[in-house]
């Protein structure tokens, strides 16, 4: 019945610790096996998705930078890209610079920061990805950038958010990943966009779709999937809208989903 699983990395497919289980490897690999494509929708830059997609064994065009970029795990082909405008780059750096608030853009697959702190250097730690220093992000942004990401508390980043909805409309997309992690990419750039163009590529229905997340980011994604699925430790607004809601991350959540639905889908007429 579906062809193709969508799965987030960040609190869906990896558990707190950052590691995907040896047996929802398996489980991927079984479902690849059946004819199930399976690929990551992530806001993770891509080197790092790829990592993943690696150790899962899948071989299939990743949706990465929150759906801004969709490119095959050899690198040979950019199937979808969709960037932050100049203009727009331009006044989130400003916004930075005047608040006070640790912004680190992406452009070219590289991770820019205009100065070194904490913050950036917790996240290449979690991410495993090298980051440059570049004190003039102004001039970066005169190419637009693949995505930007403010870090801060949660209050700060509630405010921040309501103020950049009211700034740029419908001129980007703005969503937070995590509590502390508030995303700004192209209006085009979401993880349900990105999935409805890989999808149609591959001569796949979205009905036959499979998209499993736990983030507001992830919104998209169980909204464009034919099956929706919420991770048990999702936020109410995601698990308010799913069709199905799953384990916890830590509990081997994505498991179950590819156990229930796509190895032993006889389960569903019990």
């Not at 932050?84 to 920061?113: F, G, M, N, R, W």
């Amino acid at each position: 019945m579906y062809k193709m699983i969508a799965i987030d990395l960040d609190g869906t497919l990896l558990t707190d610790e950052l590691m995907v289980s040896p047996d929802t490897v398996t489980a991927i690999q079984k479902a690849v096996g059946l004819g199930t494509i399976v690929t990551i929708a992530t806001g993770r830059m891509f080197p790092s998705a790829k990592v993943f997609a690696q150790q899962l064994g899948i071989n299939v065009p990743l949706i990465t930078y929150h759906g801004a970029i969709i490119k095959d795990v050899n690198e040979n082909e950019v199937m979808y890209e969709r960037l932050i405008s100049p203009d727009v780059a331009q006044k989130l750096v400003a916004i930075a610079t005047e608040k006070q608030i640790h912004l680190q853009v992406y452009q070219d697959d590289i991770l820019y920061s205009a100065w070194e702190n904490e913050k950036l250097i917790a996240y290449s730690e979690e991410a495993k990805v090298p980051y440059t220093i570049e004190p003039d992000l102004a001039k970066l942004a005169k190419k637009g950038f693949t995505k930007a990401l403010f870090i801060d508390n949660h209050d700060t980043l509630d405010i921040l958010q309501d103020e950049l909805q009211w700034l740029f409309g419908e001129q980007a997309h703005i969503a937070k990943s995590k509590k502390t992690y508030l995303e700004v990419t192209n209006t085009e750039a979401n993880k349900g966009s990105a999935l409805l163009y890989l999808a149609k590529k591959l001569g796949i229905d979205r009905s036959e779709i499979i998209g499993i997340g736990d983030n507001h980011n992830d919104i998209e994604l169980i909204k464009t999937a034919g099956l929706g699925i919420a991770m048990g430790n999702a936020v109410k607004e995601l698990k308010d809208i799913a069709d199905y809601i799953s384990l916890t991350n830590n509990d081997d959540g994505v498991l179950h989903v590819i156990e229930k639905f796509i190895i032993n889908p006889a389960i569903l007429y019990k």
